[in-house]
């Protein structure tokens, strides 16, 4: 009786190099409302002083427990964590990021009011490093709120979830079954790995739930850069898009997912070009770790025109390329 009157929520922390900010970012679980969860910290192979702040804080508290495992990226450790947790629903948070207090106690009373549900997820703000009281909507601290609080399953999900993310990692509240009937993050993916997961729930016909209620916020920290890995960024997302197209069959779906391949594989395309007119080698490794990612022909004819032909020549061709795909867009999806 007490476990379903009080079940166990396991909150999973991926942590690279945060021990400077785990503190904190546990202190916002301590200060939750709900009070039965287990804390996984699972260190991806920091270097600084991450190992002896989590083993402070799992002597302070028992509910807090810390893995390590070998550099891997945060993806793979989530994931980890996944395999550890012994919880009903699952809570993912990282490790330079906050909770606001009510989120547990809140999002777990609308899985009891709404026993249907597989997520819910709330709102989110965000705060500058260097000032961390004052909070904001947006990534950029000045624009307005980007989040769709949208509930339901089936089309109205998926379609939605197709075009763009709808939410932050930390905003949902997640069923734990919903992991083992729908598969784990993809650990393929770097970037977008959350967008690819939720887009993959919502087909799964997962069913989702937004509750805005006060004290119910994840607080993501803004720090001065964020990456400029724009190629990774890239490859991974289209690899996301070419993940999803997959999966899914119907007119209206491709007719989302056909274009978001195509604007990746655009923006791919010119930043190449552009890195061409100045580095060679490195334009010629990149096309080659495309092709190898995302299996797509035109990245490995890329390596050998970057080899042997001038800038002007693979230019004109990846334009052609372009055109080529743009026409069959119009023509299929008109």
Known sequence: MERAEHPLISIIIPNYNYGDLLKECIESLFSQTYTNWECIIVDDGSTDNSKEIAQHLCAKDSRVKYFVQQNSGPTVARNYGLKLAKGEFVQFLDADDLLENQKLEKQLAIFKLYNDSDIVYGGVKYFSASDPVKRYDNLDLKSGSWMKNLSGSGDVMILQLLKENIMVISSPLVRRSLFERLGNMNELLRFNEDWELWARFAIGNAKFRFDGSAGTNALIRVHKSYSTDNFGMYMHGLKACLLLN??????????????????????????????????????????LN?????????????????????????????????????????????
């Open 246 to 287: 997959e999966s899914i069959n119907g007119y209206r779906y491709k007719e989302i997912l056909i274009p978001k391949i195509n604007y990746h594989k655009r923006i791919l395309d010119e930043q190449l070009i552009q890195l061409l007119r100045t580095d060679k080698e490195k334009a010629i490794k990149w096309s």
């Open 290 to 334: 495309i092709s190898n990612f995302t299996k797509i022909k035109r990245y490995s004819v890329y390596v050998i025109l970057f080899k042997f032909f001038p800038v002007w020549f693979c230019y004109l061709y990846s334009r052609f390329v372009f055109i080529i795909h743009k026409l069959k867009n119009v023509i299929i999806y008109a």
